[in-house]
Nanobody
Framework: QVQLVESGGGLMQAGGSLRLSCVAS????????MGWFRQAPGKEREFVAA????????YYADSVKGRFAISRANAKNTAYLQMNSLKPEDTAVYYC????????????????WGQGTQVTVSS
């Protein structure tokens, strides 16, 4: 069992930066691929970024490529999402998720989810 807790969300002006953190419980964090997803009001959940268990491979949605960076610190059981050049359309609840296996952009392939953290970007 893995429990995930996100933090770091908040209100930011367009063009600003935020860093989200996702702390995982358990001793096997390093064996899980991690992903970040988001859901805006009235919209379906969408993939944002994913990182392999080792941290050496990353994958991004086109909408955030070049602006967001996913990383992880296995010694700290933590995954991060650095968000730069924020846009109003980035406003959403952001969720981290863990998958026992290779990383994926498909949410239904993840085994564990956090409760989410709100990110609001004003214009």
């Amino acid at each position: 069992q893995v429990q995930l807790v996100e933090s770091g969300g908040g209100l930011m002006q367009a063009g600003g930066s935020l860093r989200l953190s996702c702390v995982a419980s358990g001793r096997t964090f390093s064996s899980y691929a991690m992903g970040w997803f988001r859901q805006a009001p009235g919209k379906e959940r969408e993939f944002v970024a994913a990182v392999s268990w080792s941290g050496t491979r990353t994958y991004y949605a086109d909408s955030v490529k070049g602006r967001f960076a996913i990383s992880r610190a296995n010694a700290k059981n933590t995954a991060y999402l650095q968000m730069n050049s924020l846009k109003p359309e980035d406003t959403a609840v952001y969720y981290c998720a863990a998958r026992a296996g290779s990383y994926s952009e498909l949410g239904n392939r993840y085994d564990y989810w956090g409760q989410g953290t709100q990110v609001t970007v004003s214009s």
